[in-house]
């Protein structure tokens, strides 16, 4: 990720360009402007941007909950214009450390098991394939449930 780029977390003014990127990033299972702004407010969830000259092209959202010790990352987009960049590894990387920092035990994800991309980024970071969810997505597309457990990966 370059030096310009600044992650933190999401707030209400950030509505418009995450509904912008949302749009530009999902053909299906969109999240709306109304439940962006209930994650901003939700205790539960922890929601950051990458900002770029004052635009949001990149976000993150983990969702944790009292009786799990695992964070789930519920969704994590870059925008198409700014993929290439590092931008999701430089979110998940933060969403590690703000996981770690909340004594959480690890993350758990689905992801599209025809997105290699976003597959090889998490096995980079030690998430193994505990699940294969068949159909899941609603264009048809299978789901791969993943996790990686803190204090086991290789490192």
Same mark, same amino acid.
């Given at each position: 990720m370059s030096n310009n780029p600044t992650i933190r977390r999401a707030t209400a003014d950030d509505l418009d360009s995450l509904v912008r990127l949302e749009q530009r990033t999902f053909d299906y299972s969109r999240i709306s402007r109304r439940n962006f702004r209930r994650l901003m407010q939700s205790p539960s969830a922890h929601f950051w941007v990458v900002i770029e000259q004052q635009n949001v092209i990149a976000y993150a959202i983990a969702l944790s909950r009292s009786n799990?010790?695992?964070?789930?990352?519920?969704?994590?987009?870059?925008? #198409?214009?700014?993929? =290439?960049? =590092?931008?999701?590894?430089? #979110?998940l990387e933060h969403v590690i450390i703000e996981a770690k920092k909340a004594q959480c035990r690890g993350l758990s994800l689905e992801v599209k098991s025809d997105n290699r991309a976003a597959i090889a980024l998490y096995q980079h970071y030690h998430f193994e394939t505990i699940d294969l969810l068949p159909g899941y997505y609603d264009d048809g597309t299978d789901g791969l449930k993943m996790r990686v457990t803190f204090g086991l990966e290789n490192h």
């Open positions: 799990s010790r695992y964070w789930r990352v519920y969704s994590l987009a870059v925008d #198409m214009h700014h993929r =290439g960049r =590092g931008l999701a590894r430089a #979110m």
